[in-house]
């Protein structure tokens, strides 16, 4: 089967399973459930691909395979257990506030479709490191793709953790979050996210998928202009707190943070 082959079967298995989140969403009056599917989607994706490239170097395969399933399942999960009986997140809820009764349409191709088909393009890396037979051995690359992986790994699942506990606390209401990973750059969870991407990358280059470059550079802009610290940095941005955090803490790439 050919790459592009495997790959509109992935769109297909992809954009099947958004339809059927959809229809739940209706059902549950919450469109936000799509969040909860993002990471999950990508761990089916990669094991489709394996399925589906049996003439790829086979640890290649178990490396990317079992790297985006350990990203995919613990952001997943981590949502789900954010979100649970919570109500519908306020993007969406506000979305469904101006289209009123038609939202039940409209909620499909603007955010299930929308993000199966991101999800698609995003994937291709996890297709690219799989399909490629060559080289049959474990390379620098893919070392260095481990590694910059196992960075962006820690500093998103230790700054989703230390977050949580310091909301927890009931002393630290009205505070603004400046430890641990905190302390280094204002938003550690979306720079893990990239850096994971980016690890991807590297994996699938060692495997002649140097071209997929475009899959972590989209993930990285989704994160930093649209849905992730643009949004964020918007409303936080109001706080004096939070402006005197941000004037001494980088807000993506990590670093020691400014003297003032």
């Given at each position: 089967m050919t790459f592009m082959g495997i790959y509109a079967i992935g769109l297909v298995a992809i954009l099947g399973l958004m339809t059927l989140l959809w229809l739940v969403s209706l059902k549950l009056k919450n469109s936000s459930i799509v969040?909860?599917?993002?990471?999950?989607?990508?761990?089916?994706?990669?094991?489709?691909?394996?399925?589906?490239?049996?003439?790829?170097?086979?640890?290649?395969?178990?490396?990317?395979?079992?790297?985006?399933?350990?990203?995919?399942?613990?952001?997943?999960?981590?949502?789900?257990?954010?979100?649970?009986?919570?109500?519908?997140?306020?993007?969406?809820?506000?979305?469904?506030?101006?289209?009123?009764?038609?939202?039940?349409?409209?909620?499909?191709?603007?955010?299930?479709?929308?993000?199966?088909?991101?999800?698609?393009?995003i994937s291709v890396p996890l297709l690219a490191a799989q399909f490629g037979a060559l080289p049959q051995r474990i390379t620098v690359l893919d070392v260095l793709g481990a590694l910059v992986w196992l960075v962006g790994f820690y500093f998103e699942a230790a700054g989703d953790a230390q977050l949580e506990r310091f909301k927890a606390d009931p002393a630290n209401k009205g505070k603004v979050m400046d430890r641990g990973v905190w302390r280094y750059t204002r938003h550690p969870n979306y720079f893990g996210d990239s850096a994971q991407w980016w690890g991807f990358y590297l994996i699938a280059a060692a495997a002649g998928g140097w071209w997929a470059v475009y899959a972590p550079a989209l993930m990285t802009f989704l994160l930093v202009r649209v849905s992730g610290v643009a949004l964020l940095e918007k409303t936080m941005m109001q706080r004096p707190a939070y402006r005197e955090y941000a004037a001494r803490t980088n807000a993506f790439v990590p670093w020691f943070p400014r003297k003032k």
């Open positions: 969040d909860i599917f993002w990471g999950a989607g990508f761990v089916i994706a990669g094991w489709l691909y394996f399925a589906l490239t049996p003439d790829g170097f086979l640890p290649r395969k178990l490396l990317i395979a079992g790297l985006a399933t350990l990203w995919g399942l613990r952001l997943s999960i981590h949502i789900l257990r954010r979100n649970w009986g919570k109500p519908e997140d306020f993007r969406y809820a506000k979305w469904r506030g101006e289209a009123g009764q038609s939202w039940w349409w409209k909620s499909y191709p603007r955010v299930f479709l929308l993000q199966g088909v991101l999800l698609w393009i």
